[in-house]
């Protein structure tokens, strides 16, 4: 399956020769992994004399007179004042000063003095580091396409060549197939300004065909041009179509006017002068649009037809590849390298049509978007910013999320999520009052980790906990009348905070050191059976993250995190998993708990003298209960199968409340913590409810019921109506609100149609879901043909799923000029049995266990009104900050209609398994 080479080199990607002579031509890097990092720093240190070299041969100037004028070569709007450089170009222009100053500075072997040693150690770094991630600015792709290889292709009159060698067992044993989309990336990027070569073995050019097929067939075609990307040709003329606009427009950077009026022309409709005149953004007299035309007219870039009455003029196809190249949408002129870089990314204008990572119309889902972490071995961030952390309001990513969540609970949801491309990465969303962390499970110590970690993150402190929302002396978050320290140390029993660390800036050099310290540990202990060190790790992790939520409450946040567990099945099977999961809940949520100002873990559960001491004293109402300083939703494809087992190991471990506090003798508030499902009919009425308090939407009782039944149809599992997943609910009615303010169930189902085919209607074949979402968004009547082509699927597709959509709601057929169509009906014309289930909805919507006040699980009636926590002591329990509700503790009320059947009582598959892992340190074994 080898091909024979090119004559001469030439700028592409090509498959290397079997000839020896040809396989080691120019630069060859053998074990090209799929990590980029790996190997491409070493072949920018290859690159870098040649670079030198070709940099030599093209000036002899000083270096800065050089590096300047490359720079207004390749980037022309470099030195602008007006243009704000991105990153790509800043690494750019970096290296291209560096290279440049390499080259014509420390061309010769002179000994260097300790200054320039260091100098030429730094230049030489920025050279080999660009656009690996690890450069000046942590560029990627963008900044090695502008840097060498737009050097290269400026430059060498001549391709250099490239070899890279694959090792084949690493591409083979790949799992995650995105960091193998970069490497290919980066190698159609490096194909710009290089003629690059290929080695693979027969095996894995088989096995890159099947797994890339379209990078393959865009780059490695064995088809009829086998010796080379399919772009070449169609690369070059596009090249010089270009370059010839570019030399056409380039000089119109002081004449804005003309620029705005090559934008209001097109090649295919002609416009007349008058027409011209009175085009509100030219605001320009007829007289100039004649002189200006005639000007644009000698550069070629329109055409004037002058045998009418008047006078019309449209854009030529130079003039066309002018506006689109050499212009933004502004009109601003922009050089063609800047226009065409996420062109360059994955592949250039060309014939064949292909990419390394479609996406969707529309760009990805919030599904989508969150797992592609990007991999933190090449440099992607472990905590990374879900939304905008400068955005004035909550964004429909961040409400996504939060809506689900109740305070003071753990949420359960199932949701078909994937896992993360990296799963050790979080995510942090904040408001004005509340603060998100999104992060995936990884076993008890690694998920305390990446959690302290995301909550004491450099984001988390530069945008959250600052000096002026806690206050330089933490003046913020106290009664300015108590001792501040006092009440931070032996109040919220905030670790780690002695008087040397009484103001904002001391405590945080203390705290991110210990966040260090502890990261590093867990480094070392994650897969050590050093059962000890990890139970003093656990420990120290679990005081770390209820010291940190300690202030986040006080501050007035509402702080959720989302623990996401992609395989839900795999860990329900197994009995070890399943018990450290339901162990890791039992053990961590009780800790993030306060009364007031009075941390509730000391209050409940602590037995050791010198910590009892260390209390402040407070005064209780038995009847009070304690607050939790952090909401907790765990998401997972069937995670509400665990519901019973994290109830019970939940209720296990409350029982172990202090022996005082167990026999009577000491007061103190209780702590209850609900085990809430939010995919059943009271819980999705809620989700509404709340998006139409914070909207404003004034939906009536009937319709918020017809809402509930939509969502339930809509979004639940294939077997059932009676469940639903909320984050769907969530997302069709915040796309519903795009299109109205206040949206019918019709709205809200159209919007829903927009979600992918596996979120929507799965009680449906996926290609009866793209049928039926096709007529929710079509404005009129559509017929086979057109179904076809807005839906994407086959004809057979159509013929065999057409009369499962027919027996759905409102779909019904029209005659439309003697053509049958389909359309959906605006209102319901039959109720379907099929469509329409009963909901049968349990008694108990969730289950509240407690701590000491009863002894017994207390189990909640969905009838049961729920009320609200409050208290009596303010000098104890108040504080100056007062927690804001995100909902009321209870779900909304509203019950099925009374005809609906009782129901069956939830379940889990597996047998209730009690805690083995103890939680004081007079006890033995490893703590959590």
Same mark, same amino acid.
């Given at each position: 399956?080898?091909?024979?080479?090119?004559?001469?080199?030439?700028? =592409?990607?090509?498959?290397?020769?079997?000839?020896?002579?040809?396989?080691? &031509?120019?630069?060859?890097?053998?074990?090209?992994?799929?990590?980029?990092?790996?190997?491409?720093?070493?072949?920018?240190?290859?690159?870098?004399?040649?670079?030198?070299?070709?940099?030599?041969?093209?000036?002899?100037?000083?270096?800065?007179?050089?590096?300047?004028?490359?720079?207004?070569?390749? %980037?022309?709007?470099?030195?602008?004042?007006? &243009?704000?450089?991105?990153?790509?170009?800043?690494?750019?222009?970096?290296?291209?000063?560096?290279?440049?100053?390499?080259?014509?500075?420390?061309?010769?072997?002179?000994?260097?003095?300790?200054?320039?040693?260091?100098?030429?150690?730094?230049?030489?770094?920025?050279?080999?580091?660009?656009?690996?991630?690890? =450069?000046?600015?942590?560029?990627?792709?963008?900044?090695?396409?502008?840097?060498?290889?737009?050097?290269?292709?400026?430059?060498?009159?001549?391709?250099?060549?490239?070899?890279?060698?694959?090792?084949?067992?690493?591409?083979?044993?790949?799992?995650?197939?995105?960091?193998?989309?970069?490497? @290919?990336?980066?190698?159609?990027?490096?194909?710009?300004?290089?003629?690059?070569?290929?080695?693979?073995?027969?095996?894995?050019?088989?096995?890159?065909?099947?797994?890339?097929?379209?990078?393959?067939?865009?780059?490695?075609?064995?088809?009829?041009?086998?010796?080379?990307?399919?772009?070449?040709?169609?690369?070059?003329?596009?090249?010089?179509? /270009?370059?010839?606009?570019?030399?056409?427009?380039?000089?119109?950077?002081?004449?804005?006017?003309?620029?705005?009026?090559?934008?209001?022309?097109?090649?295919?409709?002609?416009?007349?002068?008058?027409?011209?005149?009175?085009?509100?953004?030219?605001?320009?007299?007829?007289?100039?649009?004649?002189?200006?035309?005639?000007?644009?007219?000698?550069?070629?870039?329109?055409?004037?037809?002058?045998?009418?009455?008047?006078?019309?003029?449209?854009?030529?196809?130079? =003039?066309?590849?002018?506006?689109?190249?050499?212009?933004?949408?502004?009109?601003?002129?922009?050089?063609?390298?800047? !226009?065409?870089?996420?062109?360059?990314?994955?592949?250039?204008?060309?014939?064949?049509?292909?990419?390394?990572?479609?996406?969707?119309?529309?760009?990805?889902?919030?599904?989508?978007?969150?797992?592609?972490?990007?991999?933190?071995? &090449?440099?992607?961030?472990?905590?990374?910013? @879900?939304?905008?952390?400068?955005?004035?309001?909550?964004?429909?990513?961040?409400?996504?999320?939060?809506?689900?969540?109740?305070?003071?609970?753990?949420?359960?949801?199932?949701?078909?999520?994937?896992?993360?491309?990296?799963?050790?990465?979080?995510?942090?969303?904040?408001?004005?009052?509340?603060?998100?962390?999104?992060?995936?499970?990884?076993?008890?110590?690694?998920? @305390?980790?990446?959690?302290?970690? *995301?909550?004491?993150?450099?984001?988390?402190?530069?945008?959250?906990?600052?000096?002026?929302?806690?206050?330089?002396?933490?003046?913020?978050?106290?009664?300015?009348?108590?001792?501040?320290?006092?009440?931070?140390?032996?109040?919220?029993?905030?670790?780690?905070?002695?008087?040397?660390?009484?103001?904002?800036?001391?405590?945080?050099?203390?705290?991110?050191?210990?966040?260090?310290?502890?990261?590093?540990?867990?480094?070392?202990?994650?897969?050590?059976?050093?059962?000890?060190?990890?139970?003093?790790?656990?420990?120290?992790?679990?005081?770390?993250?209820?010291?940190?939520?300690?202030?986040?409450?006080?501050?007035?946040?509402?702080?959720?995190?989302?623990?996401? $567990?992609?395989?839900?099945?795999?860990?329900?099977?197994?009995?070890?998993?399943?018990?450290?999961?339901?162990?890791?809940?039992?053990?961590?949520?009780?800790?993030?708990?306060?009364?007031?100002?009075?941390?509730?873990?000391?209050?409940?559960?602590?037995?050791?003298?010198?910590?009892?001491?260390?209390?402040?004293?407070?005064?209780?109402?038995?009847?009070?209960?304690?607050?939790?300083?952090?909401?907790? $939703?765990?998401?997972?494809?069937?995670?509400?199968?665990?519901?019973?087992?994290?109830?019970?190991?939940?209720?296990?471990?409350?029982?172990?409340?202090?022996?005082?506090?167990?026999?009577?003798?000491?007061?103190?508030?209780?702590?209850?913590?609900?085990?809430?499902?939010?995919?059943?009919?009271?819980?999705?009425? !809620?989700?509404?409810?709340?998006?139409?308090?914070?909207?404003?939407?004034?939906? +009536?009782? !009937?319709?918020?019921?017809?809402?509930?039944?939509?969502?339930?149809?809509?979004?639940?599992?294939?077997?059932?109506?009676?469940?639903?997943?909320?984050?769907?609910?969530?997302?069709?009615?915040?796309?519903?609100?795009?299109?109205?303010?206040?949206?019918?169930?019709?709205? /809200?189902?159209?919007? *829903?149609?927009?979600?992918?085919?596996? !979120?929507?209607?799965?009680?449906?074949?996926?290609?009866?879901?793209?049928?039926?979402?096709?007529?929710?968004?079509?404005?009129?009547?559509?017929?086979?043909?057109?179904?076809?082509?807005?839906?994407?699927?086959?004809?057979?597709?159509?013929?065999?799923?057409?009369?499962?959509?027919?027996?759905?709601?409102?779909?019904?057929?029209?005659?439309?000029?003697? %053509?049958?169509?389909?359309?959906?009906?605006?209102?319901?014309?039959?109720?379907?049995?099929?469509?329409?289930?009963?909901?049968?909805?349990? +008694?108990?919507?969730?289950? $509240?266990?407690?701590?000491?006040?009863?002894?017994?699980?207390?189990?909640?009636?969905?009838?049961?009104?729920?009320?609200?926590?409050?208290? +009596?002591?303010?000098?104890?329990?108040?504080?100056?900050?007062?927690?804001?509700?995100?909902?009321?503790? =209870?779900?909304?009320?509203?019950?099925?209609?009374?005809?609906?059947?009782?129901?069956?009582?939830?379940?889990?598959? %597996?047998?209730?398994?009690?805690?083995?892992?103890?939680?004081?340190?007079?006890?033995?074994?490893?703590?959590?």
């Amino acid at each position: 399956m080898r091909t024979p080479q090119p004559a001469a080199p030439e700028r =592409g990607v090509h498959l290397a020769s079997n000839k020896p002579a040809e396989s080691t &031509d120019g630069l060859v890097c053998s074990g090209v992994t799929p990590r980029r990092t790996e190997w491409l720093p070493e072949l920018l240190s290859e690159l870098r004399p040649r670079t030198e070299a070709t940099i030599q041969n093209h000036s002899t100037t000083n270096s800065w007179r050089t590096s300047t004028g490359l720079c207004s070569r390749l %980037h022309p709007e470099w030195n602008s004042l007006d &243009d704000a450089w991105t990153d790509d170009v800043a690494e750019a222009v970096a290296y291209t000063h560096a290279i440049t100053t390499l080259a014509t500075t420390y061309d010769t072997t002179e000994e260097r003095s300790r200054y320039h040693q260091h100098r030429h150690a730094d230049l030489v770094d920025t050279v080999e580091s660009i656009g690996t991630g690890r =450069g000046p600015v942590n560029a990627g792709l963008g900044a090695l396409a502008k840097g060498p290889v737009a050097l290269h292709r400026e430059l060498d009159s001549k391709p250099r060549v490239i070899t890279l060698l694959l090792d084949g067992a690493a591409w083979t044993s790949l799992n995650d197939r995105r960091t193998g989309v970069r490497a @290919l990336a980066t190698i159609a990027v490096l194909a710009h300004g290089f003629c690059v070569r290929v080695g693979v073995s027969p095996a894995l050019q088989r096995h890159l065909t099947t797994r890339y097929p379209q990078w393959t067939e865009a780059h490695l075609d064995l088809t009829e041009r086998r010796d080379r990307s399919p772009t070449r040709d169609h690369r070059q003329q596009q090249s010089r179509r /270009v370059d010839n606009a570019w030399a056409a427009i380039n000089d119109l950077d002081t004449e804005p006017t003309k620029r705005h009026l090559l934008g209001c022309l097109t090649d295919e409709d002609a416009r007349s002068y008058a027409d011209l005149a009175n085009e509100p953004t030219l605001d320009i007299a007829e007289g100039t649009v004649s002189r200006y035309v005639l000007d644009l007219e000698a550069r070629d870039l329109v055409t004037v037809d002058r045998r009418g009455q008047q006078n019309t003029v449209q854009l030529t196809a130079l =003039g066309q590849t002018a506006v689109e190249a050499c212009l933004d949408d502004t009109q601003a002129l922009i050089h063609p390298d800047q !226009r065409q870089l996420g062109e360059r990314l994955t592949g250039t204008p060309q014939e064949l049509t292909s990419t390394v990572s479609p996406r969707r119309a529309g760009g990805p889902t919030t599904e989508e978007w969150v797992t592609e972490t990007g991999e933190t071995a &090449d440099d992607a961030e472990y905590v990374q910013w @879900l939304t905008d952390p400068n955005a004035s309001s909550p964004t429909n990513r961040h409400r996504r999320f939060t809506t689900v969540a109740a305070d003071d609970s753990i949420t359960l949801v199932d949701d078909p999520l994937d896992e993360f491309e990296d799963g050790r990465v979080a995510y942090l969303s904040h408001t004005n009052t509340e603060t998100l962390v999104v992060l995936q499970w990884g076993g008890p110590l690694a998920t @305390l980790g990446r959690l302290a970690s *995301a909550l004491l993150s450099e984001k988390a402190l530069a945008k959250i906990l600052t000096p002026t929302r806690l206050g330089n002396k933490f003046e913020n978050i106290t009664d300015s009348a108590e001792d501040t320290p006092r009440i931070i140390q032996r109040g919220h029993q905030v670790g780690w905070f002695s008087d040397d660390e009484a103001t904002y800036h001391a405590w945080r050099d203390r705290i991110t050191t210990v966040r260090d310290q502890l990261l590093a540990r867990l480094a070392e202990l994650t897969h050590s059976d050093d059962t000890a060190a990890r139970s003093d790790l656990f420990a120290d992790f679990h005081g770390l993250i209820a010291s940190v939520t300690q202030l986040y409450q006080a501050a007035g946040l509402n702080l959720t995190t989302t623990l996401r $567990v992609p395989d839900t099945a795999a860990l329900a099977r197994n009995h070890t998993t399943r018990e450290d999961f339901c162990e890791f809940l039992a053990k961590t949520v009780p800790k993030q708990s306060a009364y007031g100002i009075h941390s509730g873990y000391r209050l409940l559960f602590e037995d050791r003298p010198a910590k009892l001491c260390r209390r402040l004293s407070y005064d209780v109402d038995p009847t009070d209960r304690l607050d939790l300083t952090m909401s907790w $939703v765990i998401a997972g494809p069937t995670i509400t199968e665990l519901h019973d087992e994290i109830t019970t190991t939940l209720q296990t471990e409350l029982a172990t409340v202090r022996e005082a506090i167990a026999e009577g003798t000491e007061d103190a508030p209780t702590l209850a913590i609900p085990v809430r499902d939010a995919t059943t009919y009271p819980a999705i009425r !809620r989700v509404i409810d709340d998006v139409a308090m914070t909207h404003d939407i004034q939906w +009536t009782p !009937r319709e918020r019921q017809r809402l509930v039944r939509l969502c339930l149809r809509s979004f639940g599992p294939a077997d059932t109506t009676r469940r639903a997943c909320p984050y769907d609910v969530v997302e069709s009615l915040l796309r519903a609100l795009n299109e109205s303010h206040h949206p019918t169930p019709a709205d /809200v189902e159209r919007a *829903a149609a927009t979600l992918p085919p596996e !979120r929507f209607r799965p009680d449906i074949a996926p290609s009866a879901t793209k049928l039926y979402a096709t007529l929710l968004r079509a404005d009129h009547p559509l017929g086979r043909s057109e179904i076809l082509e807005r839906a994407d699927i086959s004809a057979s597709s159509y013929d065999r799923r057409l009369r499962d959509v027919r027996a759905l709601d409102r779909v019904c057929a029209v005659q439309v000029d003697g %053509h049958r169509r389909w359309t959906i009906q605006a209102t319901r014309a039959r109720q379907s049995a099929g469509t329409l289930e009963t909901h049968q909805q349990s +008694t108990t919507s969730y289950q $509240v266990v407690t701590s000491h006040a009863t002894g017994q699980m207390s189990t909640h009636s969905v009838c049961a009104e729920s009320k609200p926590v409050t208290t +009596t002591h303010s000098m104890t329990r108040t504080s100056t900050h007062p927690c804001r509700r995100r909902h009321p503790l =209870g779900d909304y009320l509203e019950e099925p209609p009374s005809n609906h059947p009782q129901p069956t009582s939830m379940y889990s598959d %597996h047998p209730t398994v009690q805690a083995t892992l103890p939680l004081h340190s007079n006890q033995g074994g490893e703590r959590q």
